[in-house]
């Protein structure tokens, strides 16, 4: 199990480090985005891991990177528009 949560937090890590890459305008902090990703990659890892019980890697490991996927985009900031941007969403 030791070794499956440590897998759970690399993969988070992995997760919010491409997403900060990948996204740099469109997330917060990198501090708050690097925790993040390993809290929920192990909380969803875990809940799998209770759910499916011990020696299930195939499903454990997927379920925690999509996790930490999810929790990643929730911190997704929508883009910058212009002063008019609403105003002319509402008229057209």
């Known amino acids: 199990m030791l ?26 902090v990198t501090p708050l985005l690097l925790a993040t990703g390993p809290v929920a990659a192990l909380t969803g890892g875990l809940v799998t891991y209770t759910v499916v019980g011990g020696g299930h890697p195939e499903a454990t490991l997927p379920a925690a990177a999509l996790t930490a996927a999810a929790m990643i985009s929730l911190l997704v900031r929508p883009t910058k528009r212009g002063r008019h941007a609403k105003m002319r969403a509402t008229n057209a």
């Open 3 to 28: 070794w499956e949560a440590v897998a759970f937090a690399a993969l988070g890590f992995l997760a919010a480090w491409t997403a900060s890459r990948l996204f740099p305008l469109r997330l917060p």
